[in-house]
């Protein structure tokens, strides 16, 4: 079975920086992708950002491009998001998945989630 821990959510202010990790833990993981998701109050949980596990290949929302920069640390079993000049429309609360079959921006495509860590960015 696979596990996924979120940490690093927080609250920032505008203009501010944080870095979520995502740690993934069990003897069956081998994922083929991770992604990050986030959703806020009374809204559809959205794409943010992925990466494919062995090859580094990176896809990005456009409403985060050019602002964060997902990464991952094989040895680990680890993927990051470092989240720079956030602005209060990144409020939301951060999903980390995993996918063993695709690189997807679909959220049925993910096989495993994490358990969502909370992103806030006051104005």
Request: aromatic share 14%; proline share 2%.
């Amino acid at each position: 079975q696979v596990r996924l821990v979120e940490s690093g959510g927080g609250l920032v202010q505008t203009g501010g920086s944080l870095r979520l990790s995502c740690a993934a833990s069990g003897r069956t993981f081998n994922g083929y992708a991770m992604g990050w998701f986030r959703q806020a109050p009374g809204k559809e949980r959205e794409f943010v950002a992925l990466i494919t596990w062995r090859g580094e290949s990176t896809y990005y929302a456009d409403s985060v491009k050019g602002r964060f920069t997902i990464s991952r640390d094989i040895a680990k079993n680890t993927v990051y998001l470092q989240m720079n000049s956030l602005k209060p429309e990144d409020t939301a609360i951060y999903y980390c998945a995993a996918s063993d079959h695709y690189h997807s921006v679909v959220v049925t495509d993910y096989d495993y989630w994490g358990q969502g860590t909370q992103v806030t960015v006051s104005s």
